[in-house]
């Protein structure tokens, strides 16, 4: 059976950046699961699986095609029961929804305000036309004016973090002693911005920083494996 996870790609398809296909693939990595990996650009998601959705991650596992991250993780828990669990049961489940929530509202839609323009300067030229045109129509500026004064504006993410800093001072991971899925929705959020901007986000020596070395290491190491931006 071939499983195939396709994911966003830049000018080079080797440094995957989007947050939302770190998570997926993250979890699969957590299930212990085969998968390919196939790359695509912004301007040819939308041919991947129309009737599945519009954006990636989009796994397509025998004859199931699931689009969203969250829908992902949900099917892969319900599909593999026997490989390590992503939730650790249905109040794990409920929990993981928070942290994934939390990481986009609280988390991600500070990231994207600091990195966005960075994020443009990887793309492939067609894929910089489009991206230009909808999200300077989503924020009602240019990508110049998101992310201008952006250095004055990185205490945010530190202060969004805070509970994150407390929490881990009595656990070595959102899911306990080991990850789970919500460690790795906030990884992927913080691994976007790795891969795609060289704005240092992360306080060296904090628990989070801590934190975020052990997610690089986990699966042999394989988000590591993709060198940081700048
Ligand atoms: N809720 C979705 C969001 C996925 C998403 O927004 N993906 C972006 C790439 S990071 C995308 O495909 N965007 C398509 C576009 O902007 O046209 C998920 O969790 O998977």
Redesign the pocket.
Known sequence: MTRILYE?CGNDAERPF????WRAKMAILHKGLEFEIAPRP?TE?ADIAPEAG????ILVDGERTIC???AIAEYLEDSYPDRPSLFGGAGGRAAAKFVDSWANASVSALLVRLIVKDVHDILAPADQAYFRQ?REARFGQTLEEVQHDREARVAEIAKALVPMNIMLRSQPFIGGNNPLYGDYSLFGTLQWARVSSPLKLIEADTPVADWFERCLDLFDGSARRIPAAG
Not at 54 to 57: D, E, H, M
């Open positions: 966003l989007s947050p939302f296909c912004f998601i519009k954006t990636v991650p969203d991250s969250w909808t």
